[in-house]
């Protein structure tokens, strides 16, 4: 059974920067998407960034060039380092992970976060103006 736990929240005023980490157990690497997923009060849960069994990375279009994901199989953590925080960035924000990828045009993908298997209870990120 895969767990998962955020740590790293809290609150920054805007410009500042911080890290959010995933401590993973019970995963075993293969084949593989995790992520960030973020909600807004009152908004839909949105994917901020994943990494897959390739190391292929991706981002929504509103943290790219401000946030890094990445994924330290070593010590079991997945990572999220914001830096140049809004306030629009204040969310709960949740890791998780897919057991499997999408095969279409020739190469695996991560699916949609709603189908995401693993969850963790969240952390919140509150950005002040």
């Known amino acids: 059974q895969v767990q998962l736990a955020e740590s790293g929240g809290g609150s920054v005023q805007s410009g500042g920067s911080m890290r959010l980490s995933c401590s993973i157990s019970?995963?075993?690497?293969?084949?593989?998407?995790m992520g960030w997923i973020r909600q807004a009060p009152g908004k839909e849960r949105e994917r901020v960034a994943n990494?897959?069994?390739?190391?292929?990375?991706t981002y929504h279009d509103s943290v790219k060039g401000r946030f890094r994901i990445s994924l330290d199989k070593d010590k079991n953590t997945l990572d999220l380092q914001m830096n140049n925080l809004k306030p629009e960035d204040t969310a709960t924000y949740y890791c998780?992970?897919?057991?499997?990828?999408?095969?279409?045009?020739?190469?695996?993908?991560?699916?949609?976060?709603?189908?995401?298997?693993?969850w963790g209870q969240g952390t919140q990120v509150s950005v002040s103006s």
């Open positions: 998780a992970v897919d057991d499997t990828r999408a095969y279409y045009s020739g190469g695996y993908y991560c699916r949609s976060h709603w189908l995401f298997r693993y």
């Open positions: 019970g995963h075993k690497y293969s084949n593989y998407c």
């Open positions: 990494i897959d069994s390739d190391g292929s990375t």
